[in-house]
């Protein structure tokens, strides 16, 4: 048989065989914490086919059903699952429109501020001397705030920058912002350590000595090198910028009522926990636990297998 003639394996084959594919097929959590992040993944992006109701339509919200239990519970209604808010809200359908929102500002806020960690980490371990000082005293700087007073007051500036009409519509791009302008540091110090390294070795200096230029020699030589601990980071990071989200919306610095995230869930159903109505924070909160415990166990996981020294 010509050589050309033999099927080349595919991509989910050459992985399952790859080290990293066979850690995650023998590894019950990992496999089993993905499997749960799917579903939840799955399950807020296509809300609009799943939720029984777009709690954002006021055509959909009936204030009859107010505060109706959830269906197991003595008063529960079909199709109101988990309940209904006071407004007559499915909570269900809050909830999946919620994680979506909370899903996006996460993600976009980490790879806003891996980019910002890394550019930076890639500049100061290249060039050193004052460049490395002026940038990792930056970076000392911020880490001598809280974490959570930094996004704070970095929300606080961007909306007072905002004219009043463009706050609320924007809010999503503030609560970004404020975080990734809270958590790049880790990523600038870890690609600033591996940076130093790889500077020293034959290949960048070939590439120095005939002229090549920085930006190419960090982008097509140094970074690819330095992206196994950052995506380790990166997957960790990802649960605390979810959980900081919620935070913020949580203290009323977030999202806002019209388009809420868990957090803003959060906040609103802690207001009538003492008056009965306990589904409203405990089913927005199980939701978010569930989508930073998948997060952590698969970021665990994930360091573990990229890890040469416990394989």
């Not at 809010?171 to 110090?189: E, F, G, N």
């Not at 982008?219 to 196994?228: A, D, E, S």
Request: glycine residues 8%.
């Amino acid at each position: 048989m010509p050589a050309d003639a033999v099927k080349k394996p595919g991509r989910l084959r050459r992985f399952l065989d790859s080290d990293i594919g066979w850690s995650f097929c023998h590894t019950p959590v990992a496999w089993l914490s993905a499997l749960v992040l799917a579903l939840l993944v799955l399950s807020a992006l296509f809300a609009p086919l799943v939720a029984p109701q777009n709690p954002y339509d006021l055509t959909q919200i009936f204030i009859d059903k107010a505060e109706i239990p959830p269906i197991w519970q003595s008063g529960g209604e079909w199709p109101f699952l988990l309940g209904t808010d006071p407004q007559g809200r499915d909570v269900l359908s809050a909830i999946l429109y919620g994680s979506r929102i909370s899903l996006i500002i996460g993600f976009a806020a980490v790879m806003v501020s891996m980019l910002i960690g890394v550019s930076i980490g890639l500049t100061a371990g290249f060039y050193g001397g004052r460049v490395d000082n002026l940038l990792m005293r930056l970076g000392d700087t911020v880490l001598s705030i809280p974490t959570l007073l930094m996004a704070i007051l970095v929300s606080a500036i961007f909306r007072e920058m905002l004219p009043p009409a463009l706050r609320e519509p924007f809010s999503a791009v503030v609560l970004v912002l404020s975080i990734a302008l809270t958590s790049w540091v880790q990523y600038a110090r870890t690609v600033r350590a591996l940076t130093m390294v790889e500077r020293r070795k034959e290949y960048v200096l070939a590439a120095r000595i005939i002229k090549v230029p920085a930006t190419r020699i960090m982008g097509r030589h140094i970074l690819p090198n330095t992206m196994t601990p950052v995506l380790v980071s990166a997957t960790l990071n990802l649960g605390l910028a979810i959980l900081s989200e919620a935070t913020l919306s949580f203290l009323g610095v977030g999202m806002p009522i019209t388009q809420p995230s868990l957090g803003t869930l959060i906040r609103i159903g802690n207001q009538y926990l003492f008056s009965g109505s306990w589904w409203l924070v405990v089913f927005p909160s199980l939701q978010l636990g569930l989508i930073v415990l998948s997060v952590n166990l698969l970021g665990d996981w994930l360091r573990d297998a990229l890890n040469p020294k416990l394989r």
